[in-house]
Each structure stands twice: as C-alpha cells, then as structure tokens.
C-alpha cells in the first residue's frame, strides 16, 4: 500500500528533495510520480520503436472489454471504501515517519548555502564547489563542508540516482502516454485525468496503484468513457496516445539495457495498436463515447489528418497546404493497412463522400490537389480499394441517372469534372478560370497570358496524372479491375449523345470531364501505344460484336449496314442467331484488358477530345460572327448614333469578351498540351495500323471485296483519325517528331475507295488533311514535303486517287451534296495544283490522262468544267448583288429604317471572300499546257468551247461594265488574271488541235458566241499588258472561228428542214452516230448521251442505269441521216449553188444551235 506525503507548498531543500519520493509502509523510498523533466529524460533520445506486437482478439477485444469492465466498476467501488478505511490508519504511521525525516532535512538545510538550495543535482554541485573556489568564497565553502560525516551520508543518499524497476519504469510512460492517474494528485497538466473509480476497482482487487500491460485497456476504456472537464475528445485523444507513444518509442530505443528496452518496446506498440484499434471503433460507432465538442459537420475528423500526410509544400493555385491537426508518424497506415473490411467500410465510405464533396464544384485554379492525393493514398491500402469500388456512389444507379448526373454525384465524378474548360451555369467551378486568367486579354501582356497557359497547362496535368494513377492502381488488383471498366463503360453509355452536334448540358457530363478522361485514357494505353509492337494483336475485332461493356450497335459501321453485319454474324456464328446465343456469346468471351482498353479510349476520344476540337472551332466561328456583327454596327454608330444601337454594341462586346475567354481557356488546357496531342496522335497511330492490318496491310491495290472485320468498325474511328489531324496540322508545331508515314499510306489507299469507306464525306477529309499538309502551308514543310515526293504510295496512286475522288464527291448522298461538293473540290483542285509542280507527280498526272482518256479523266474534266461554269455565274452574281449592297448602304436614311437583323443578313455577303471559280479555271489553264487530247474529244470538246465563249462573253461582252467595284481584290475578283487564263485555254487548245475541230466547236455555240468577243479581247489584252505572241495566236483562232462559223451557216442552209427522226432528242440537233438506249428504246446521238453519261449514269428518259458500253448503235438509222445529207447535197448542186467545197458536217445541221453553256438543253426549242 503506498502513502503520499504532501508538504508545504513554501519548500525548502530538503522539502525538494523529498518531494521526489514516497515513503512505504516497510519505511522503504522509491520513486515519486512527480520528479522533474530532467531526470526522466536520462533515457531519452530520437528514434522511432517498431510494433511488434499484437492485440489479443475475440474475448480480449476492445469493445468486449469495455463492456466487461464498465459491469464491474459498481462491486469494486463497495469493495474499494472498506479496504480505504483500514489503509488509513496505517498511513498515519507512516506519515509520522515522514515528519521525523523532514525534520532532519530541515536542520541540514540550514547549513547549505542558497545557491546550493536551488540545485537539482549532484552535477551542479560540483560545478558550484568548483565556481566558489574560483570566487575566493571561503565563507559558503567552509559552511559545506564542515557538514558532519553523518549528515554527508544522507545528502549522498538525497542526491545519489535511485534504480527504478521495470514496473517503475512502465508505470512511468504509460501516465505520459494515456494521461491519466491513478493517484489523485495536483498536477499542472489540465489533460491528466484521475481515474477514481478505477483506482478504487484495482484497490478492492489488491492491486498496487500503478499502471501496467495489463491495465492498459482497462484504463483506456475508463478514460473513453467518462465525462471528464478539460478531457481531450475522444478522436483527439486516441491520436494523442499514439503520438506520445510514439515519442516514447523514441526515448526507449537509447535505453542501455536491453532487457528492459524491449520490455518497453512491448509496451509501447501495445499502446499504439490500442489507440488504433479504438479509433476504428470511434469513428465506426461515433456515439459509443462521450463527446461534448462533437463536429457538427460531419466531416470525417481522419480527413486533416489524410490531408495532412499527403499535404505538399504547395497544394493550390496560390494557397496553402491545409495547416491544422497532423497525423502521428505510421498512424494513418497502422490504421488502414492492420484492419478488416467490415471495420472500416463505414469509415473509408465516410471519407469517400468527404473528398468528393471538397472538390465538387473546384475549378482548375481550386484545391483539388490534396482531395486526390489523399484519394491515391487511401486506395494504396487492400481496404481503401475495396471500400472505393464498393461504394454505392461508385456508380450511382437508378432510372433517372444520366451523363451529368453519373459527373456529379459519383465519388470520381467531381474529380473528373474539374476543369479549365467552360461549362453550363449552374455547374460552373469556382474560382472561374476565364476571369482570372483572361479577363481584358486583348489588353494583357503576352507574358501575362504565357503565364497562364503554363499554370493551367501545369496543373491539368497534374490531375491527369493522379487520375490516372488511381484508375491504374485499380487495375493492377484483380479484386478491383471489373468496377474499373464497369465505371467507365457506364461513363461513355450514359453520355453517347455527346457525339450529337447539338448536347444537352443538364443530361450529358460536360466537355471538362470527357477532356480529361480522354486524357487518363491515353495514360492508360501508353504501355501498348506503339504500333510496330506484338501488342496490338491482343486488340480483337470481334469485341465491337460480343464486347459486353459497350453498346457499338448504334454507331454507324465504314461501310457495312446493319443488316448486312446481322447476316455476317449469324454466318460465322450460327448459334448467336438469337438474341439469347448472342448474349452467350457476349458473356463467355473474355477480352485482354488491352482490348477493352483499346476500344474504350476510341471511344472516350469521339466523346471527348474530339468533340472539344468541334466545340472550338464553333466556338471561334461566333467569335468571328460578332466580330462581324460588332464592326458593322460601329460603322453604323458613326455615320448615325443610335441608342438601340448603342445597347446593341454593348452586348456584342460582352458576348465577344465571354467567347474569348472560353476560346483561351480551350487554348489553355488542349491547344498548348502538346504532350496530351502527341498522346492522341500515337494512339491514332496504332489505330490505322491496326484497321489496315483487318486487310493485309499497307499494300496497293486493295483487295476487290472489303473484309467485314473492317467494314464493321465503327466510322468515327477513321474520321476521328482525320479530325485529329486536321487540328494539330493547324497548330504550330504540333507534328513536330510524329511520323506521318502510316497516316499518309491511309489516306492514299482509302480516300478513292467507297468500296471500303462509304461516307464521302469522310473520304473529302482525308484530302484536307493532305491540304494541310501542302508544304507552303505545314509548319514544317521538309517534314511534309518527303510525304508528297518521295512517298512511294504517293507517288503511284496520289494523283489517280485524287482525280477519281474528285468525280466521286459528286453524288454525296446527302440533301445538301451540290454545294457540298464545290468546297470539296475546291480542296482538291489546291493540291493538284501544288502536285501539278511536283515532276514526278506531273508525269503521273500525264500518264493518267493518256490512259484513262475516255475514263476518269474525261470525268473529272466533265465536272471541272460544270463547276467552273456554275460558280463563275454564282461569282458574277454575287458582284451584281454586293454593287446593289453598297448602293443601299450609301442612302444611309433608309438602311437605318430597317431592321438590325435584316441588316445583318444583308452584310454577310458583304464581307464574303469566296472565289472557287478562279481555282477551276486556274486548274484547266495549267493542265492544258501539256494535256489536251481529252478537252478534244467529240463528247467534250463543244462543251469546252461553249464554256470559254461564256466566260469571255462576260469578262468583254457589253455587260462587263456591270461587274465593276469600288475594290475588287477585296472580295478576292480578278477579272484580269481570269481573262488571261481563258485566253491561255484557247491558244493551248487551238495549240494542241490538229484536226482543226475546235474551232468548229466553238462556233457551235449559239449563245455566246460572238466574233466581236475575240477581238475586244484582244484589245483589253494589249492594254492589261499580256505577252504579244498570246494575243497574236488568240486573234488567228478567232480568224479560224469566223470563217468555220460562216461554213456552218452554208451547211445549215443546204441541210433545210430536217426530219425529225434524224434529231437527236435532247439536243435537237442532227446525229452523226445514233445509238438505241436499251432499257428506254430511244434513240440518241452517241456524243450526246456519252456527254450525260459523263455526269450521270443513268437512261435519262426514265432514270435506270446506264453505261457507254450498254449503247445500241442503230445502223439503219444511221444510214437514213446519211443518205439525207447526201440528197440534200446533190439538191443544192442541181440548183447551181454547189461547189466543190460543199462537204457538209452532218452534226452541224440543227433546227436550233442556241444552246446552255453546259451543252445539256436547247435554250430555244
């Protein structure tokens, strides 16, 4: 039984020394609780004890403790007051002892100097004998030393370092690791707790008053369950315990006795794994301890502690890293890592919903960096990624549940939405990147916005890679995979209407989220991203017909229609006939996580990035529109001021500054991530590679008939490939390092193959991609210039194929296809020019036109020159129009009555600058140079004189006046360089024609031709200073035009009136070679329906198809005509008006010779 003795408060030494021990019942000392700092901390040093020892489970668990233990506190208590009583009385006894000993303490202190009264320690004694000798102090030196022998003896006993046993020892840490006493004392310490009732329980069982092992719970769960004053929280105080223990690990490990080290060391991780163990049955069952400063906003109080293990120097756009309470070294991963599933599911779920809820509406320039590296860290833990994926926000369920709902309220949602990128209103981050960063930009310095650029491009990047790095530290345990890929295949179900040009934002997740999973996805393919790698034969194709994850039903196939992939798969497959077989199938078949990784990045892409590079380029078309928009109104305001006005121009401002920040901020996140293109261009990269290895490889010809592996993939996999590359070829430097080799061996062999592709639409945009390509317009023009001339597929199939395209963009298919094809070709024509330059292409192009003279080169000219005729006409209307423009704009008063959005639609044409009829005719001017046998032949070359007289009529004729403007470069008419080139196309034809047909040809055109027309032009060629040998040999075609258009008017006169069976039908004029269409029975001329048949393969009589090949010729008839004509011959030289040169042209003879410039109709019947 010990006894405490408590002295004066006004001590003296003898009174501090005593107060350093207690006095047994046997008269024995021993240590007191209450020694000072210094003396503990003999055994003190740095260094962290390892736990290696374990809490016992089942009966000897916490929580059955606990509640075994609160049973008995009431029986001891009773037990503990009798045994109290008794004690007393031999406490006194000992107390009188004490008094007797402090008496002769007291007498000696008399004797001791004062300096010596306010040392601690021997040491400092001798370092005090030692200072007074030098301080010649006789007087106190003496006084110490004529102490008697006797009394000396006690002073060493005062003052000599006691020998503690374990038990002291033990008794000794665990007070300062659990705060609590079991003696009720009047420490300073306000978090020291007096345990009475267990002092009392261990009393009435004949314990000594000393803390132990063996206490040690019984303690903890008395101190958790009382309502004590100044007591730490519950969650604090277990924290607490383990980071005192953790400081006395430290301390222990420079104990010098091993024995007793390790003793301590025992204790000490017993300490710490019960503070552990009871903080999951805190933060598990909340309510099962007191806690009068509970946290009313039930936020986990594990998270600053998580936030503050994973906390950096830096963890925000200018902020701070979180500060506040700090987790005990090892705590947070004894916590996790030591622990069962059912204990922490309710904690780790708590902590889920915690960290979504931070960043939930976080921007870019947020906080967002410790919620996720506190979410990385946690599901380092076995626990942490179970309890992720097994939460029921993992994937929220229910009928309602779409894209933006699936964004906002799943627990990686809101991780993935953080975004610099704009998004709708009511989801819109905080702080708001475009008015932090781009506010006022057209007014900022440069460096101000590279700043930006570079912040932002920094930091989304950052939270690419942690995403990334938690969905792959997901998908390395198997345990975890499936929830992996079912989340994401949920992610690209629930949102596959953001591949519609217009997205609901309130049902689909934002272009922020898709952006950034196109860019973890990309993270994720990097281990198979090469394409010369064995890897990619993993990718199965059949995954897009059994691959249970992703719906690819929907999706429009390369070439290849519903039905037909139906039949295909019940062929191959004969027992997934039924929707129940395919199902099987579906599930039996197991994909390599390449495969499924493969096709749900092409995916993601489509929705993701892809759509973001659609959604900028919209986005920098209203930019320009209200620029538009803007300038108009202006000059509007100046010339007349208006309050409507005024208001109008007010917004504009405001709506041009909000696009320009969206714009930027695009720019800021995608435009600048040249490490997030390169990704999509290696992907894409794999992508081709792998479609063309569906069919052999990179080789030419294709084979005849396309291989439904490939014809069943989806479509937006190759126009993917194209947009892409669109994109990046406008960014300077985009391509820098990439190879280009596999995507132009692509384009070549499936731009003119609609056997393969059938959208050609998608097969227009492999040509802007190689226009953009073009040398003088890519960034790195050595780069792409070995593309076009030293390409070996290139120099072999480009040219053809791009002719042929040209002739196939005709029919599209689509409502829209007759202006469509004008920007197609337009395209087209550009890079045939720049080819045309390029000998080995020149050569190329040559030897096609030798070849396939009655083939696809004389279609290509029969659409070259339709176009160069429509457009033209459309060119000289729209100048007509603009003159009209600017004659309403100039009577200010009555363009202000009307209304602003008539007005606005009337200057839309004003600021137009398209010309596509300079390039057609630039195209025929160039090319008949060196080819021309194919404008010669009987089917064209009427059609290539009407053309030109048409084109001359208007640039010379007595309308031309019309044509002028005030500035006609700006809206980008030359009608100089036009005549020059129409001239260039009747010398080179005229050059080239050695059978003296085309000027015949050219007088056969009844409605613009005109021999006045030669010679005005040639007169306006003088004056614009055309070289003289062009004019000289324009004027002799004209000669040779007058006399073959006099000749014709004899024919025509010898010929009369001509039967009209003799007429071809469509043309009226007489046939030369009549020819019976086989499904109709009519009968034509041969060039005339071969003329058609250029534009349209069909019997124009009743719309079946039809071939040169499938004509009919009609001898008989032919004969007939013959005959006629030679009747009509020795007609007219019976009556005397015959002559030697009467050899009538039969095909000259006509009813009516006017016709339409494109050869098709009589224009009088």
């Known amino acids: 039984m010990v006894a405490r003795y408590n002295p004066d408060p006004r001590k003296s030494l003898s009174e501090k020394y005593s107060d350093h021990y207690t006095i047994t019942a046997s008269g024995e000392t ?44 009431d029986d001891g208590f009773n037990n503990a007051v009798g045994l109290i009583t008794e004690s007393l009385k031999e406490i006194s006894k ?229 500060g506040g309470a700090s987790s005990p070294p090892g705590f947070l991963e004894e916590l996790f890592r030591d ?41 380092s833990f076995p626990v942490g990624a179970k309890a992720l994926v097994n939460h029921q926000w993992w994937i929220p369920k229910g009928v309602f549940i779409n ?30 990147v475009g008015e932090q960063c781009f506010m006022d930009s057209s007014t900022r310095r440069p460096a101000d916005l590279l700043s930006s650029f570079a912040t932002i491009k920094t930091v989304m990047n950052n939270l690419y890679d942690g995403l990334a790095e938690i969905l792959r530290s997901l998908l390395k345990n198997t345990s975890t995979r499936e929830n992996v890929l079912q989340y994401i295949a949920e992610v690209i179900n629930k949102n596959a209407s953001r591949a519609h040009i217009q997205v609901d934002p309130l049902s689909s997740a934002s272009s922020g989220m898709f952006v950034n999973l196109s860019a973890v996805m990309l993270r994720l ?43 295909w798969l019940n062929k191959n497959n004969p027992n997934s006939a039924s929707s129940s077989g395919q199902q099987s199938q579906r599930e039996s078949t197991n994909y390599s996580f390449i495969c499924e990784c493969f096709f749900m990045t092409a995916r993601v892409l489509n929705l993701g990035l892809l ?22 109104l202006k000059t509007m305001q100046e010339q007349t001021p208006s309050p409507r006005v005024a208001q109008e121009i007010v917004r504009l401002e405001k709506e041009i500054e909000t696009f320009t920040q969206e714009k930027l901020c695009y720019e800021a996140q995608i435009l600048r991530d040249g490490g997030l293109l390169q990704q999509a261009l290696s992907f894409y990269q794999l992508m081709v590679v792998w479609l063309v290895s569906r069919i052999g490889g990179f080789k030419m ?21 194209m947009e892409l590359l669109i994109f990046a070829s406008r960014i300077p430097r985009a391509l820098d390092g990439v190879k280009l080799d596999d995507f132009m061996n692509f384009i070549i062999m499936f731009m003119a193959s609609p056997e393969y592709i059938r959208n050609p639409y998608l097969r227009a945009k492999m040509v802007e991609v190689l226009n953009c390509w073009m040398p003088h317009r890519s960034g790195s023009s050595s780069v792409t210039s070995s593309l076009f001339e030293g390409h070996q597929l290139s120099v072999q199939y480009l040219v053809r194929n791009l002719l042929k395209l040209y002739v196939d963009i005709e029919f599209t298919g689509s409502h829209t296809q007759f202006y469509d094809k004008f920007n197609i070709r337009h395209n087209i024509a550009e890079l045939l020019e720049y080819l045309w330059q390029v000998p080995v292409h020149q050569n190329a192009w040559k030897q096609i036109a030798k070849e396939e003279e009655k083939g696809v080169y004389l279609n290509f000219l029969n659409f070259l020159i339709n176009d160069s005729i429509f457009l033209l006409d459309e060119s000289l209307n729209k100048i007509l129009e603009l003159k009209e423009l600017e004659a309403e704009m100039s009577n200010t008063a009555e363009w202000e009555q009307r209304t602003a959005q008539e007005r606005q639609e009337r200057t839309r044409l004003y600021h137009s600058q398209e010309n596509l009829a300079m390039e057609d005719v630039s195209m025929l001017a160039f090319t008949t140079e060196q080819i021309t046998a194919p404008f010669l032949l009987p089917e064209m070359v009427e059609r290539v004189g009407s053309m030109l007289n048409y084109f001359l009529l208007q640039l010379v004729g007595p309308q031309r006046k019309s044509l002028s403007l005030k500035d006609p470069e700006k809206y980008e008419f030359r009608p100089k360089q036009l005549l020059k080139q129409i001239v260039n196309i009747y010398v080179n034809l005229a050059r080239g024609d050695h059978d003296n047909i085309f000027p015949s040809a050219i007088t056969k055109d009844g409605r613009s031709y005109n021999d006045q027309l030669f010679t005005e032009a040639a007169n306006v060629l003088r004056r614009i200073g055309e070289d003289p040998r062009t004019i000289q040999a324009f004027e002799d075609l004209g000669k040779k035009t007058k006399s073959a258009a006099s000749e014709a008017m004899d024919a025509e006169a010898i010929l009369g009136d001509i039967p009209d069976e003799f007429l071809d039908p469509i043309q009226y004029t007489l046939m030369k070679d009549p020819v019976r269409l086989p499904s109709s029975g009519i009968t034509v001329d041969r060039p005339v329906i071969q003329r058609h048949l250029l534009s349209d393969a069909t019997d124009p009589f009743n719309r079946s198809h039809l071939t040169p090949d499938m004509l009919i010729p009609d001898t008989e008839l032919k004969q007939k005509i013959e005959e006629f004509v030679r009747s009509q011959q020795r007609k007219q030289q019976q009556q005397g008006h015959g002559g030697e040169d009467n050899n009538i042209n039969i095909q000259s003879g006509s009813k009516s010779s006017i016709q339409s410039p494109d050869g098709t109709r009589p224009l009088i019947d």
């Open 30 to 73: 021993c240590e007191r609780g209450r020694r000072n700092q210094e003396s503990e901390d003999d055994f003190i040093e740095s260094e962290e004890v390892s736990r290696n020892t374990e809490v016992p489970n089942e009966e000897t668990s916490p929580s059955f403790r606990c509640n075994k233990w609160k049973r008995r506190n």
């Open 94 to 322: 000992d107390l009188s002892q004490g008094i007797k000993f402090d008496m002769k303490i007291n007498e000696l202190s008399e004797k001791i100097p004062p300096e010596i009264l306010k040392m601690t320690s021997l040491s400092q004694l001798e370092k005090f004998k030692a200072l007074t000798k030098i301080r010649s102090d006789p007087i106190h030196v003496q006084n110490f030393w004529q102490i008697e022998e006797g009394d000396q003896e006690i002073m060493a006993t005062i003052t000599a370092k006691p020998q503690r046993s374990p038990e002291e020892i033990e008794d000794i840490i665990l007070r300062k690791i659990f705060l609590v006493t079991l003696i009720d004392s009047m420490g300073n310490d306000t978090r020291v707790v007096y345990l009475e009732m267990t002092a009392a329980e261990i009393l009435s069982e004949g314990g000594e008053l000393r803390l132990s092992r063996d206490l040690m719970e019984r303690v903890l769960v008395d101190r958790l369950s009382g309502n004590f004053t100044s007591a730490e929280p519950p969650f604090q105080y277990l924290v607490g315990i383990y980071r005192r223990a953790y400081e006395e690990g430290k301390k222990i490990a420079n104990m010098k006795d091993k024995s007793v080290r390790s003793q301590m060391e025992l204790v000490v991780n017993q300490a710490k794994k019960l503070a552990v163990s009871y903080c999951r049955i805190h933060l598990g069952n909340p309510d099962m301890f007191p806690d009068s400063q509970r946290d009313k906003s039930n936020v986990s109080p594990l998270l600053p502690l998580i936030f503050s293990e994973v906390s950096s120097s830096i963890d925000t756009f200018g902020g701070s890293s979180g």
């Open 339 to 379: 622990s069962d599933y059912d204990s922490m599911e309710a904690i780790l779920k708590q902590l889920y919903e915690d960290l979504r809820g931070t960043v939930l509406k976080c921007s870019a320039l947020g906080n967002f960096q410790q919620p996720l590296r506190a979410l990385m860290y946690l599901i």
């Open 403 to 432: 894209g933006r709902a699936i964004e906002m309220t799943s627990i990686l949602g809101p991780f993935f939405h953080i975004s610099a990128l704009p998004d709708q209103n009511f989801y819109k981050s905080q702080p708001d």
């Open 525 to 567: 393919c990097e281990p198979f991203l090469d394409a010369n790698s064995t890897k990619k034969d993993k990718i199965d194709p059949k995954y897009v017909f059994y691959g249970s994850r992703l719906d690819f039903k929907e999706l429009t196939a390369l070439h290849a229609s519903s039905e037909e992939v139906t039949e």
């Open 611 to 632: 759509k973001a590079f659609s959604d900028f380029k919209h986005l920098v078309q209203d930019i320009s529109r209200c620029e538009d928009s803007l300038s108009t």
């Open 701 to 721: 010809p294709l084979p005849q008939s396309c291989p439904m592996e490939f014809a069943c993939m989806p479509e937006h996999f190759v126009e993917d490939v």
